[in-house]
């Protein structure tokens, strides 16, 4: 009777072990996934750095009143715009509808950004703690995934094309200011 007392406390040891086993590993599993979330958050964040917002807004309102002033001029003078001149302005006027853009979507971005970087931190803590079975974590996790892949997206699409049109924006400001100056003659 001894003996089959301890064999069966040997077994439930074992089983006990085994079960532990598995926590740890779903447990580092989710804390892998958390951490996958957690980067493109930072990612997100190093966008925001990149783009300075009252920078943005101040090239909004330039090319607003130059755009303004030259076609103001150009009707003036009845000057239709070709070539060269003509995909200037064009692409002058899409760097202007991209900085609005940006400028509509920063703030929400980053108010997003913080909201999910909360929301992983605490779901990672919970994840720590073990304080919810497999099936909610993955609900919990699904919907974050969504939220920040949602979030990622809009980021790369807003404030991606604003850092990457720099170069854009130089050499277009400085040919409108000289198409600018040639009509105030």
């Known amino acids: 009777m001894f003996k089959l007392l301890i064999y069966l406390f040997i077994v439930l040891t074992f089983f006990s072990n085994c079960n532990n086993g598995a926590t740890d590993f779903e447990k580092q599993a989710e804390l892998q996934y958390l951490d996958t979330l957690n980067s493109r958050l930072l990612f997100v964040e190093s966008l925001l750095k990149k783009v300075d917002l009252s920078d943005i807004e101040d090239r909004k309102e330039i090319i607003e009143n130059n755009l303004l002033f030259c076609e103001t001029k150009l009707k003036e003078k009845d000057i239709e715009p070709e070539g060269e001149i ?22 929400p ?24 079975n497999k099936d909610i974590f993955k609900q919990y996790f699904n919907r974050e995934k969504a939220d920040v892949l949602k979030l990622y997206d809009l980021a790369i699409n807003t404030l991606n094309p604003c850092i990457e049109t720099e170069s854009v924006f130089t050499r277009r400001q400085q040919e409108v200011e000289e198409l600018a100056e040639n009509l105030k003659k």
Do not use: C, H, P, W
Request: aromatic share 14%.
């Open 86 to 107: 003509e995909r200037t302005l064009q692409e002058y006027k899409g760097l202007g509808k991209l900085y609005t853009y940006t400028i509509s979507n920063y703030k």
């Open 109 to 132: 971005i980053v108010m997003q950004l913080e909201e999910l970087f909360i929301q992983v931190k605490t779901l990672k803590e919970s994840a720590n703690a073990k304080d919810y």
